[in-house]
Antibody, heavy 118, light 107 residues
């Protein structure tokens, strides 16, 4: 059974750094792209970027390029999303999701709520 | 970047009625790389339809998708109480994008 289990909720201050995780199981982690999706409070879904854990090739939405870093450690089947300096506008729910061969998201994590507030 | 426009923003219907949701792309979506998701409050999105018309595993046959090029439709033939939710379309062109969502609410 494919499962994506994300790290827990975070409360941070503006300017702090953060790295959240998404641990995969039930499939060959290195063989599928995995992506991150943002959902701001009361808003829709926004694709942030994807990474191929097999070779760490990554692609970013223009809206998020340079704002976040996506990485993966295939030895522990875990993908990461990180910020070097958080802003209040980064407050949102963040989902990881596996990308199928037709580039739809077939399995989703439960979400990680990030709250940035002074 | 391909922009997806979903309409209507909100659909107010009663259980048992038919729901028709539209997703229009700013450019042609290649090879039917169009998916639909359902999201209920407090839950992660769930894949409903991929390849424009193929139901994902475990999705009831009251959900159907059709379309090609720039116009796609998700139809729920008879709304069940558990179908009231927000629905998103998503495409892969050169990049992935989501539509803004359609909320199906109880009338």
């Amino acid at each position: 059974e494919v499962q994506l289990v994300q790290s827990g909720a975070e409360v941070k201050k503006p300017g702090e750094s953060l790295k959240i995780s998404c641990k995969a199981s039930g499939y060959v982690f290195a063989s599928y792209w995995i992506g991150w999706v943002r959902q701001m409070p009361g808003k829709g879904l926004e694709w942030m970027g994807i990474i191929y854990p097999g070779d760490s090739d990554s692609r970013y939405s223009p809206s998020f390029q340079g704002q976040v870093t996506i990485s993966a450690d295939k030895s522990i089947s875990t993908a990461y999303l990180q910020w070097s300096s958080l802003k209040a506008s980064d407050t949102a729910m963040y989902y990881c999701a596996r990308v199928s061969d037709q580039y739809y998201f077939d399995y989703w994590g439960q979400g990680t709520l990030v709250t940035v507030s002074s | 970047e391909i922009v997806l426009t979903q309409s209507p923003g909100t659909l107010s219907l009663s259980p048992g009625e038919r729901a028709t949701l539209s997703c229009r792309a700013s450019q042609s979506v290649s090879s039917g790389y169009l998916a639909w998701y359902q999201q209920k409050p407090g839950q992660a999105p769930r894949l409903l339809i991929y390849g424009a018309s193929s139901r994902a595993t475990g999705i009831p046959d009251r959900f159907s998708g059709i379309g090609s090029g720039t116009d796609f439709t998700l139809t729920i033939s008879r709304l069940e109480p558990e179908d009231f939710a927000v629905y998103y379309c998503q495409q892969y062109g050169s990049l992935l994008t989501f539509g803004g969502g359609t909320k199906v609410e109880i009338k």
